[in-house]
């Protein structure tokens, strides 16, 4: 299973990044799958998170009404629109995968079986 993330650069603050991270060797319809981030010297967090089926969405307190996360299906791709960005939003984002991650446990990394190489996200002020 590999999972590749693009789609990160260098933004201004305010301004807007689509990531997408695409998944081969199985397909999400029946995962859970979920974006964390970590910044130089601080620890990975989570940032969103789509349930198994997709009807549920869960994010940080951080993100909530900036970032929005979608699954589709039919392309094994999970995408995170990230809006109004800030420079607290600088870090390493990673896509992962979880074949049975309940919605109390989508924030958990731990929760999660196959992660992605990450894509650098970029905000200056």
């Known amino acids: 299973v590999q999972l590749q993330a693009c789609g990160g650069g260098l933004v201004q603050a305010g301004g807007s990044l689509r990531l997408s991270c695409a998944v081969s060797g199985r397909g999400i319809s029946n995962d859970a799958m979920g974006w964390f981030r970590q910044a130089p010297g601080l620890e990975r967090e989570f940032v969103a998170a789509?349930?198994?089926?997709?009807?549920?969405?869960y994010y940080a307190h951080s993100v909530k009404g900036r970032f929005t996360i979608s699954k589709d299906n039919a392309k094994n791709t999970v995408h995170l629109q990230m809006d109004s960005l800030t420079p607290e939003d600088t870090a390493f984002y990673y896509c992962?995968?979880?074949?049975?991650?309940?919605?109390?446990?989508?924030?958990?990394?731990?929760?999660?079986?196959?992660w992605g190489q990450g894509t650098q996200v970029t905000v200056s002020s």
């Open positions: 789509v349930s198994r089926r997709g009807g549920y969405t």
């Open positions: 992962a995968t979880g074949t049975r991650v309940i919605s109390s446990e989508l924030s958990h990394s731990t929760a999660y079986d196959y």
